[in-house]
Each structure stands twice: as structure tokens, then as C-alpha cells.
């Protein structure tokens, strides 16, 4: 279990309230969202295993930060996550090689090999305080956009 205190989401809020439409809070928050979790993904694949073998289907490239799933994992999300329309995600981890979750998990003949959660647990906290400086630049100069097309009209 990892539990998080954060502060100064009222003032990002009242921030985010300058912004005019829903999309735009959107892409502010989805822009944080991928510069704060890039370190989190280089982390994952210093931790990975790479097989030079393997050129196809290479799990360190593979390993990416997007929002957007493939369709296996959308299928997957939807079921977990019905009511996710209104969110913004982020996802962090392996594109669709098949042998990502063999390589994390282990099998009946091959043992585990994680890179996924202990990228986690080393990151996790620092992700929390970039997300927080990330979304800040953004909501400054999303504003800052936003005042200067105002003043034009």
C-alpha cells in the first residue's frame, strides 16, 4: 500500500478554473502527466531485462509513457475502470510484447525478472512532487495563452 499527502490542490484548482473549456484543463493535466512519468519509464528500462536476441520484440523499447492502450490492455482498463471518460491517464510501462508480464511475474520455468514495480516503489514519491512542478508550468502557460488571446479580441 503507498499512501501520498499533497498540498496546494486548491490553488491548482482555482488555476485550472481560468482555463475556459474542459478540454483544455484536459490537455493541460495530460502534458503534466507524461513530462512527470518520463523518468519513471527510464527508470523501468534500466531495470528491465534486454535480450539482444530479441530484436522484434524488444521489451526495453517497448517500455513507453502514453495515453492511449493498445487494444488488450483497453479491454482490460474498461472492465477495471468502467466510468474513466471523465479521468485523464496516463500509462506507464511495456507496449504490447508478449513477453512483458512473463518477465515481470516469472513462470513455471522462468523466474521473475521485475521491472515494472520496483521502478514504482523507487519513483513513485518523486513522480508525485514532478507531477506537481509539471502541472503548475502548465496551468501558467496555458493561462498565459489564454490572457493573451483574450487581450487580442
Same mark, same amino acid.
Given at each position: 500500500?503507498?499512501?501520498?499527502?499533497?498540498?496546494?490542490?486548491?490553488?491548482?484548482?482555482?488555476?485550472?478554473?481560468?482555463?475556459? $473549456?474542459? $478540454?483544455?484543463?484536459? $490537455?493541460?493535466?495530460? =502534458?503534466?502527466?507524461?513530462?512527470?512519468?518520463?523518468?519513471?519509464?527510464?527508470?523501468?528500462?534500466?531495470?528491465?531485462?534486454?535480450?539482444?536476441?530479441?530484436?522484434?520484440?524488444?521489451?526495453?523499447?517497448?517500455?513507453?509513457?502514453?495515453?492511449?492502450? $493498445?487494444?488488450?490492455?483497453?479491454?482490460?482498463?474498461?472492465?477495471?475502470?468502467?466510468?474513466?471518460?471523465?479521468?485523464?491517464?496516463?500509462?506507464?510501462?511495456?507496449?504490447?510484447?508478449?513477453?512483458?508480464?512473463?518477465?515481470?511475474?516469472?513462470?513455471?520455468?522462468?523466474?521473475?525478472?521485475?521491472?515494472?514495480?520496483?521502478?514504482?516503489?523507487?519513483?513513485?514519491?518523486?513522480?508525485?512532487?514532478?507531477?506537481? =512542478?509539471?502541472?503548475?508550468?502548465?496551468?501558467?502557460?496555458?493561462?498565459?495563452?489564454?490572457?493573451?488571446?483574450?487581450?487580442?479580441?
Amino acid at each position: 500500500m503507498v499512501s501520498f499527502r499533497v498540498e496546494g490542490f486548491r490553488e491548482m484548482e482555482a488555476a485550472l478554473d481560468e482555463l475556459a $473549456s474542459l $478540454s483544455t484543463r484536459r $490537455s493541460v493535466a495530460r =502534458r503534466a502527466l507524461i513530462k512527470a512519468a518520463q523518468p519513471m519509464a527510464e527508470l523501468m528500462r534500466s531495470l528491465a531485462p534486454d535480450d539482444p536476441n530479441t530484436a522484434n520484440e524488444d521489451l526495453v523499447g517497448s517500455i513507453a509513457v502514453s495515453p492511449t492502450l $493498445s487494444d488488450r490492455q483497453r479491454g482490460l482498463h474498461r472492465r477495471m475502470f468502467p466510468n474513466h471518460r471523465t479521468s485523464v491517464e496516463v500509462f506507464v510501462g511495456a507496449g504490447p510484447v508478449p513477453q512483458a508480464h512473463l518477465q515481470e511475474f516469472g513462470t513455471q520455468h522462468h523466474a521473475p525478472q521485475p521491472f515494472g514495480r520496483p521502478a514504482f516503489d523507487m519513483d513513485a514519491r518523486n513522480l508525485i512532487d514532478r507531477l506537481g =512542478r509539471e502541472m503548475w508550468s502548465e496551468i501558467q502557460r496555458s493561462v498565459a495563452r489564454a490572457r493573451r488571446r483574450q487581450a487580442r479580441s
